[in-house]
Structures are given as structure tokens and as C-alpha cells.
């Protein structure tokens, strides 16, 4: 059956996979929030919840959410043992909301190939965002070297300041970070390459 609405697409690429991600912790979270004292954390669009994971590890209440179940459940799988549980919760970003507040977002390739209400998520996501807390936004700037051999590649690729125009922040806001990082990775077939992030993180005032 052919995927027709978001949930759809993502459950049948979850479900039509035993893991679709590394299960590792987004490299640009880890650098920057190791040593930070943990708080409360928001990861969207969570996957398989590699990012949740490791923050609940570092001391983190965390909220994670995602459209699939199935990415839900391998989460939740994934996180049995925890001494701090992980609220996990399968939610359509673009309708999901909540009364708490938090001192970090992260949002973490949060690209689509279907059609997305990106621009309005994390809009809606800073709104969540506690007095001096973190929004951090992961993007893919540029499409990795093997993207040809891809049939659901990203489309989009975002620069930081087109990310920090998409947040459409006030005065409230201070952009920490705004730049395109490197890292490395491995391609299907095994080729060894380097993947450009475009990486946005502003501070609630």
C-alpha cells in the first residue's frame, strides 16, 4: 500500500526496516551539552531515539515525539533501564502541544521528503522553550555524495541563516550559534565522506 499522509509514510519506512538510524547520539547534542547542567528536554521528532537516549543518560527529563509507533516503541525498547524514564509520545508535530515548558529543544533533522509544516513546528517548539533555555536546530545543509543512489532524499537542504529566518525570533532571543559543520560518515557501500550540518542554537533571554 502506497504511503498518503505523513504518519503513513513514516510508519511504513520504520515498519519496513529492523532500524533505519544509527542509534547514536547527534554529534553537534553531544559537543555542545556533555558538560551543560540537564534540565528539562523536547527532542523532535525523536526517531528511534537516539538523542532522547542520551540525554535521559546525562541527567535530562525528557519528552520525546514522533509520528511512528513503531519508531516510538524501538525507542522505548532501546531505553528499558534508564533510571529516569523517557516520556515517550507518538504525535504529529504539526498538531502535537503541551502546557510544560522546557530548557532545551532539539530539533535534529527534522526534514522531510513529504510535505512538512517545518517552519511552523519550530516556531511552535521555541514558544516551549523556558526563560534561559536552548532551542537547538540540526539540519542537513547539503546532500551527502552517495544522494543519487537515494530514492527518498531530502529535497531541501537549509543554510543557517535561512534556520534562523525560519524561526522568525524576537528580541527575546540570542543566536549562540549560526554555521555549517562538517563530520564524518559513511555511505552506503561503505565510502567514507564528510556531510555538511547547517546548526542553529539561540538562547531565551
Same mark, same amino acid.
Given at each position: 500500500?502506497?504511503?498518503?499522509?505523513?504518519?503513513?509514510?513514516?510508519?511504513?519506512?520504520?515498519?519496513?526496516?529492523?532500524?533505519?538510524?544509527?542509534?547514536?547520539?547527534?554529534?553537534?547534542?553531544?559537543?555542545?551539552?556533555?558538560?551543560?547542567?540537564?534540565?528539562?528536554?523536547?527532542?523532535?521528532?525523536?526517531?528511534?531515539?537516539?538523542?532522547?537516549?542520551?540525554?535521559?543518560?546525562?541527567?535530562?527529563?525528557?519528552?520525546?515525539?514522533? #509520528?511512528?509507533?513503531?519508531?516510538?516503541?524501538?525507542?522505548?525498547?532501546?531505553?528499558?533501564?534508564?533510571?529516569?524514564? #523517557?516520556?515517550?509520545?507518538?504525535?504529529?508535530?504539526?498538531?502535537?502541544?503541551?502546557?510544560?515548558?522546557?530548557?532545551?529543544?532539539?530539533?535534529?533533522?527534522?526534514?522531510?521528503? #513529504?510535505?512538512?509544516?517545518?517552519?511552523?513546528?519550530?516556531?511552535?517548539?521555541?514558544?516551549?522553550?523556558?526563560?534561559?533555555?536552548?532551542?537547538?536546530?540540526?539540519?542537513?545543509?547539503?546532500?551527502?555524495?552517495?544522494?543519487?543512489?537515494?530514492?527518498?532524499?531530502?529535497?531541501?537542504?537549509?543554510?543557517?541563516?535561512?534556520?534562523?529566518?525560519?524561526?522568525?525570533?524576537?528580541?527575546?532571543?540570542? #543566536?549562540?550559534?549560526?554555521?555549517?559543520?562538517?563530520?564524518?560518515?559513511?555511505?552506503?557501500?561503505?565510502?567514507?565522506?564528510?556531510?555538511?550540518?547547517?546548526?542553529?542554537?539561540?538562547?531565551?533571554?
Amino acid at each position: 500500500m502506497t504511503a498518503t499522509g505523513p504518519e503513513s509514510f513514516w510508519e511504513e519506512r520504520y515498519a519496513g526496516k529492523p532500524q533505519v538510524w544509527s542509534g547514536r547520539v547527534n554529534r553537534v547534542l553531544a559537543e555542545l551539552f556533555a558538560d551543560l547542567p540537564p534540565g528539562r528536554a523536547l527532542d523532535l521528532g525523536c526517531g528511534e531515539g537516539g538523542d532522547a537516549i542520551w540525554l535521559a543518560e546525562h541527567g535530562w527529563t525528557v519528552t520525546a515525539v514522533d #509520528i511512528s509507533t513503531t519508531a516510538i516503541e524501538r525507542g522505548r525498547r532501546a531505553a528499558t533501564g534508564l533510571a529516569d524514564p #523517557i516520556d515517550w509520545v507518538v504525535a504529529d508535530l504539526g498538531e502535537w502541544t503541551t502546557n510544560k515548558r522546557f530548557d532545551l529543544v532539539v530539533s535534529s533533522f527534522l526534514q522531510s521528503p #513529504i510535505e512538512l509544516p517545518r517552519a511552523s513546528i519550530l516556531r511552535a517548539a521555541a514558544a516551549l522553550v523556558a526563560p534561559a533555555g536552548r532551542l537547538l536546530v540540526v539540519a542537513h545543509a547539503a546532500p551527502p555524495p552517495w544522494a543519487s543512489q537515494l530514492h527518498d532524499h531530502h529535497e531541501a537542504f537549509l543554510t543557517p541563516a535561512a534556520q534562523v529566518a525560519e524561526l522568525d525570533l524576537d528580541d527575546s532571543w540570542k #543566536i549562540e550559534i549560526a554555521e555549517v559543520r562538517s563530520r564524518p560518515a559513511t555511505g552506503p557501500d561503505g565510502e567514507a565522506a564528510e556531510l555538511e550540518d547547517s546548526v542553529v542554537l539561540v538562547t531565551r533571554s
